[in-house]
C-alpha cells in the first residue's frame, strides 16, 4: 500500500539533547494513524520536521510520495492555532482562504465539515476552546489536503469537546483524507486509529494495528501467595508470559489453558480465589514497550 508519510533515519538533536533518534515511520494512504507518546517523546519535533519547521540533524521525510519539503495536498494543525479574536470564525477562514489561494466556497465547506456553521458568525473570542481547535482543524482542510496532520487536537478539552474532535476525526478517516494523529491519550488512539505507532525517549519502539499491540485476551489469576504463583506459572508458560500485577498475575495465553494453569497452581500449594479472561488495554501494552506508569502517559 502507498505510504501517505514515509520516514527514513529520522534524527534531530538539540545540542546535547537527542530529541528524535533514527526514526523509520511509515503511514499508510487512507489510513487514520496514531503517534502515541508521553509528553517529550519526540512527537511535535517529529511533525515538525515533516512539515518543514525544523531541520532534521539527519534523515529523510517523503510525504505523498512526493519530494522532501514538498507540502502539496498537507493540511496540519501544529499546537495552538492562532486567529483573529475579533472577527468571526467565518471571517477568520476567508482572511486564511485569501492567504492559501483557496477559493470562498471552502469556506461553507469546511465550516460544514467541522460542525460550526450555526456559529461562523459568532467571534472568535467568545467560541469555547472545542469550537477554536475545530475551527483550526477547519484552517487545515482549506487545502482539501490528502494527508492531514493534527498534534494533539483534544488537548485541553472537557469531555464533550474531546467527543466532538473524536467524531470529527472519524468522520475525515472515513473520507478520502489520511490522518496521522499525535497524542498522548491512550483511550483517543485506541477509540480512532487503524494502526498505533509508539515513540518513547525520541525512537519508535512498535508499531502495528491496536489489536495486534494488545495482543488479544490475557487470563487473569487471583491466587496467593503471588510469587509462588508467579514462579510456578513460569515454569508452565515461560516467564515472558507471566506479568505480576496488583491483584495477581496476568498469564499471556487463550482461555483453552485455563484448566491446566488451575491445576497446576493448586497442586503446587497456591491457593486460587480467580480465573477470568480479559483484554488486555493499550495502556498496559504500553507500559511493558517503554516504562511509563501514568494514566494518559502525559
Avoid: W
Amino acid at each position: 500500500m502507498d505510504a501517505a508519510v514515509e520516514t527514513r533515519g529520522l534524527s534531530k538533536r538539540y545540542g546535547g539533547t537527542l530529541a528524535v533518534d533514527r526514526l523509520d515511520l511509515a503511514v499508510r494512504a487512507g489510513e487514520v494513524y496514531g503517534f502515541l507518546g508521553p509528553n517529550g517523546a519526540g512527537k511535535t519535533t517529529t511533525l515538525r520536521m515533516l512539515l518543514g519547521l525544523v531541520k532534521p540533524t539527519a534523515g529523510e521525510v517523503r510525504l505523498l510520495s512526493g519530494p522532501p519539503g514538498g507540502l502539496g495536498g498537507v493540511g496540519a494543525l501544529i499546537e495552538s492555532p492562532g486567529f483573529y479574536p475579533y472577527l468571526s470564525g467565518r471571517d477568520n477562514l476567508r482572511v486564511m482562504a485569501r492567504y492559501a489561494g483557496v477559493g470562498a466556497g471552502r469556506v461553507a465547506a469546511v465550516l460544514d465539515t467541522v460542525g460550526l456553521t450555526e456559529r461562523a458568525g459568532d467571534r472568535y473570542a467568545a467560541y469555547s476552546l472545542g469550537m477554536k481547535q475545530r475551527l483550526g482543524v477547519a484552517t487545515a482542510l482549506l487545502k482539501d489536503p490528502r494527508l492531514l496532520i493534527l498534534d494533539e487536537p483534544t488537548n485541553g478539552l472537557d469531555p464533550g469537546g474531546m467527543a466532538d474532535m473524536r467524531a470529527l476525526i472519524r468522520r475525515l478517516g472515513a473520507a478520502d483524507c489520511t490522518v496521522l494523529l499525535s497524542s498522548h491519550l491512550l483511550g483517543e488512539v485506541q477509540q480512532i486509529c487503524d494502526r498505533v505507532g509508539v515513540i518513547s525517549r525520541g525512537r519508535l519502539v512498535a508499531e502495528n494495528t491496536v489489536a495486534e499491540l494488545r495482543g488479544g485476551t490475557v487470563l487473569h489469576v487471583g491466587a496467593e501467595p503471588a510469587a509462588e504463583a508467579a514462579e510456578e506459572a513460569g515454569r508452565l508458560l515461560g516467564e515472558e508470559r507471566v506479568r505480576l500485577v496488583a491483584d495477581g498475575l496476568d498469564l499471556t495465553v487463550g482461555r483453552e489453558r485455563a484448566a491446566e494453569i488451575n491445576g497446576a497452581l493448586v497442586a503446587a500449594g497456591v491457593a486460587v480465589s480467580e480465573l477470568r479472561v480479559r483484554e488486555r488495554d493499550l495502556e498496559q501494552v504500553f507500559f511493558e514497550l517503554t516504562g511509563e506508569v501514568t494514566r494518559h502517559v502525559g
